[in-house]
């Protein structure tokens, strides 16, 4: 498999597999205590982005601070989708039960996914997340449950953008709840329980 990665075998019982996108300048070992507070039971498949961009690891290249190289974008995301189905088979999960947690350039390539893949997520937690792709037409997302955590005063990923995808997702079927903090783009213990709250409505059955 192309990407370094951490996977975690969750309790017997419980099939769900939390797939962790970290943010710019992350490793794949940087959100493992926010899957232990969203589902301490599942099983975990941590990715470190291929792409570096001055040292750091990324999963799709930019051109510039907030805007993205969506031609790597693609390519990026197409490989992710391939990796998720090659680890459903080295590692015997059901790759219907994965749900993506990331935050930043994380939460982008995961909603990449969503941009691009129909059924390529069981749910996402996006935390800071901004638009993909822009002028394109989604695949059908019909009843996904999709959590956006944003901050009100964010100056990397400003208000609109958050307000933008929770508009395209909800137009290609998703059910998407937005969380706001009043703070700026770092993850925040509140933010991770809101999403633990919501994990817990949306996807424990």
Known sequence: MKMKHIFEQGKPGNERVLLLLHGTGGTEK????????IDPDASVLSVRGNILESGMPRFFKRLREGVFDEEDLIIRTRELNEFLTE???????DR?????????????????????????LEGALLFHPMVPRRGIQLPVQKGLPV???????????????????????????????????????QLTESEVKAGRDWYETHLIQ
């Open 87 to 93: 680890a459903a088979d080295a590692y015997d999960f």
């Open 30 to 37: 940087d959100l493992l205590p926010v899957a232990s507070m």
């Open 147 to 185: 959590f956006i955590g944003a901050g009100e005063n964010d100056p990397i990923c400003p208000a609109q953008e958050t307000v933008d995808l929770k508009q395209m997702l909800e137009e290609a079927g998703a059910q998407v709840t937005d969380h706001w903090e009043r703070s700026g783009h």
């Open 96 to 120: 219907n039960k994965v749900v993506a947690i990331g935050y930043s350039n994380g939460a982008n390539i995961a909603g990449s996914l969503l941009f691009h893949y129909e059924k390529s």
